[in-house]
Nanobody, 122 residues
Framework: QVHLVESGGGLVQAGGSLRLSCAAS????????MGWYRQAPGKQRELVAS???????NYADSVKGRFTISRDNAKNTVYLQMNSLKLEDTAVYYC????????????????WGQGTQVTVSS
């Protein structure tokens, strides 16, 4: 099983920056795609950004130009750099990873982090 641990959330003023980190741990696994989702009060969970194992990225329109997703494959870690934060960015942010057991059958599984709170104040 692959477990994801997130860090970096907190309280920040509008216009400020935060960097979220998500580290994957386990044994004999390989990760394909990774992503960040968020859920604001009264809203559905939405995709914020994703990145493939080849480095191709995808962003929600609301964060384009402000957020950057990246990954360090050697550390099995994905990052979300959030700049120019707005009040509407306030949400619980969740890390996602698609993975399979190395040396086993190619059967893609999905793991989620526990979520980290990001609160943007005026």
């Amino acid at each position: 099983q692959v477990h994801l641990v997130e860090s970096g959330g907190g309280l920040v003023q509008a216009g400020g920056s935060l960097r979220l980190s998500c580290a994957a741990s386990g044994s004999a696994f390989s990760i394909t795609d990774m992503g960040w989702y968020r859920q604001a009060p009264g809203k559905q969970r939405e995709l914020v950004a994703s990145i493939t194992n080849g480095g191709t990225t995808n962003y929600a329109d609301s964060v384009k130009g402000r957020f950057t997703i990246s990954r360090d494959n050697a550390k099995n870690t994905v990052y979300l750099q959030m700049n120019s934060l707005k009040l509407e960015d306030t949400a619980v942010y969740y890390c996602d990873a698609d993975w399979y057991y190395s040396g086993g059958i190619y059967y893609i599984r999905r793991s989620w982090g526990q979520g980290t709170q990001v609160t943007v104040s005026s």
